[in-house]
Nanobody
Framework: QVQLRESGGGLVQAGDSLRLSCAASGRTSTIYYVGWFRQAAGKEREFVARSTLGGFSTAYTDAVKGRFTISRDSARNTVTLTMNGLKPEDTAVYYC????????????WGQGTQVTVSS
């Protein structure tokens, strides 16, 4: 099994930057994709970004393209989401997730970390 733990959330002002980290432990060799998702209050959880195992292929939702960057340190089993130019609408609980089956389904989730962007 794989365990994920997020860190790095907090309260920032609009335009600021924040870096979220996702530390993976356990059977990390089974991870195909690592993704970041977010859920704002009263809204459904949405996809933010993902990276393949080697970090060579990434994808982003349109709302964060050009502002967020996902990167992976395989040696440390850590995936980082660097968020620049934060906007109030980025406020949400951010979750790290892993696809360990290669089917495109994220079957392992972290506990989430709160990001609040004030205007």
């Amino acid at each position: 099994q794989v365990q994920l733990r997020e860190s790095g959330g907090g309260l920032v002002q609009a335009g600021d930057s924040l870096r979220l980290s996702c530390a993976a432990s356990g059977r990390t060799s089974t991870i195909y994709y690592v993704g970041w998702f977010r859920q704002a209050a009263g809204k459904e959880r949405e996809f933010v970004a993902r990276s393949t195992l080697g970090g060579f292929s990434t994808a982003y939702t349109d709302a964060v393209k050009g502002r967020f960057t996902i990167s992976r340190d395989s040696a440390r089993n850590t995936v980082t989401l660097t968020m620049n130019g934060l906007k109030p609408e980025d406020t949400a609980v951010y979750y790290c997730a892993a696809d360990t089956t290669g089917t495109g389904t994220y079957d392992t989730w972290g506990q989430g970390t709160q990001v609040t962007v004030s205007s």
